[in-house]
């Protein structure tokens, strides 16, 4: 069975995208993020909780204050990139559910009043969100370098409070040349799916 999606769409999103290590100079707009916004956010999260929330890190100053908190290999990158992101869930997401989720308003108090319930379900969710992010940067035509190799929580201390968990930073921009590695290996469908 072939996809629906066509083949250019399906290179651009997944077979040609690579993590990008470096950038041109030419910036990211508002407009970018908002168009990638406006088109990932009908990706679903359970009860359309949508929990993940998106810093972003334009200002020279902002900037600076965030590279002290990443590995030392993901300095130089982001410090040089367009635009940066912080990706973080947001722990108080259950405030929205009630509009979010109109179908079932209750499960604000009957799933989520607890906050560990919470912390889990907006880590999970807004993880997905995140790969949804990363997938509408490419769709814009830009490149993504998601990092994790972060003091998540000098990153929490430093931009966002305590209902926040900080999850990813992403540098946005234009790939410059011999931006990526080459291609890694991927797993084949036989060593990934079981079937039960």
Known sequence: ?????????????FREAHTANAFTDEQVTDEQVQAIYDLVKFGPTAFNQ???????VRS???RER??????????AKTAAAPLVAILSADNEFHEELPALFPAFPQ???????ERPAREGSAKVNAALQA?????????????A??????DFEGVRKEFLDDDHTPL?????????????YPRSPRLAYEDVVTTV
């Open 107 to 113: 499960a604000k108090d009957l799933f989520f009043a």
């Open 60 to 62: 020279a100053e902002a």
């Open 131 to 143: 790969a949804y992010f990363i997938i509408g940067i490419r769709a814009a035509g830009l490149a």
């Open 1 to 13: 069975m072939s996809l629906v999606l066509d083949p250019t769409a399906q290179d651009l999103l």
């Open 66 to 75: 965030l590279v002290k908190h990443l590995s030392e290999g993901n300095q």
């Open 168 to 180: 990813m930073v992403v540098n946005i921009g234009k790939p410059a040349e011999n931006a990526s």
């Open 145 to 150: 370098g998601p990092m994790t190799g972060v």
């Open 50 to 56: 949508t929990p993940l929330r998106i810093t972003l």
